[in-house]
């Protein structure tokens, strides 16, 4: 399958318009018509109804196999231009918010480095593609055990930290004087939902069995200070590791007693390190 055919048809499906598609690209209407025909022709099946513009059954099944297709093919360059260029100096990170605890801040370089905050499941897809560098992602698992992560491409993960996690709860909550908790005991309290902020939900539910965890307020964002604030609030309760927990005005961080979990970080790279990349990755390792 041509990359360029399959990149023109996800644009025209998307956009709901083969002249829209044909400006965003760069291409004529007629350039863009001849695409989605030979794909057509080569997949022998119609992709798309002309009006209005929307896929086919056999359309919307190839639309599940072009955005991985795309991704690894993007990755693929960005692998092979960063073993071409290697540069010794420049260093660009991607992370989550809870990723950066204080051994992770403590390994940066003085300077040369361009920090980008972003959701967890952006992170590999950033290290993939050549956005960034390296990333580090975090998340709730048994000690020891490794994090479950988007395959997108042929990526290195190597844990960097485990530390405890903590729930963050109002001063006033009747559980804030408790010496520990337990995750089962609180499937039925009112939660944060802040899947970038915080620990995930999903992943509260997992290793609770499965069940509860409704969310009372969602918080889209990776501002960890603001989320403090809402949990502080009495918005909802948050798990976070135990660096970030503590110190929060108006709030009492608790233990997680049971089930043992922790807060673990790992780095996410592509191919071999080197320069800068190299030198923050043994940094993280002798803090680890």
Request: charged fraction near 20%; aromatic fraction near 2%.
């Amino acid at each position: 399958m041509d990359p360029h055919l399959l990149r023109t048809y996800v644009t025209v499906a998307r956009l709901a318009s083969f002249s829209e598609a044909a400006r965003e690209l760069g291409y004529t209407q007629s350039a863009v018509s001849q695409h989605i025909a030979a794909l057509e022709q080569d997949l022998g099946a119609p992709l798309l109804t002309r009006r209005p513009v929307a896929p086919t059954a056999a359309g919307e099944r190839l639309l599940e196999h072009a955005g991985p297709l795309l991704l690894r093919l993007h990755a693929a360059r960005a692998d092979v231009a960063r073993i071409a260029a290697a540069p010794a100096h420049g260093l660009s990170l991607a992370a989550c918010p809870t990723a950066l605890g204080p051994r992770v801040l403590a390994a940066l370089p003085a300077a040369g480095v361009t920090l980008r905050a972003l959701a967890r499941a952006e992170i590999p897809a950033a290290v993939a593609t050549g956005t960034a560098d390296l990333g580090l992602v975090d998340g709730l698992t048994a000690p020891s055990d490794p994090l479950r992560l988007p395959d997108v491409a042929p990526l290195t993960t190597e844990g960097v930290g485990e530390e405890p996690v903590c729930v963050l709860l109002p001063a006033t909550h009747p559980l804030a004087r408790r010496t520990g908790l337990r995750l089962a005991d609180l499937a039925d309290a009112r939660w944060l939902d802040a899947p970038d902020a915080a620990l995930p939900l999903t992943q509260l539910r997992a290793a609770a069995g499965g069940r509860g965890f409704r969310p009372a307020l969602r918080y889209e964002g990776t501002d960890v200070r603001g989320l403090t604030a809402l949990a502080a609030a009495g918005h909802g309760l948050t798990l976070l590791p135990r660096t970030a927990a503590g110190s929060v005005p108006g709030a009492v961080a608790v233990p997680l007693v049971a089930p043992r979990v922790v807060h673990r970080t790992e780095l996410v790279f592509g191919g071999s390190l080197r320069g800068a990349a190299a030198a923050l990755a043994e940094a993280l390792r002798a803090r680890a």
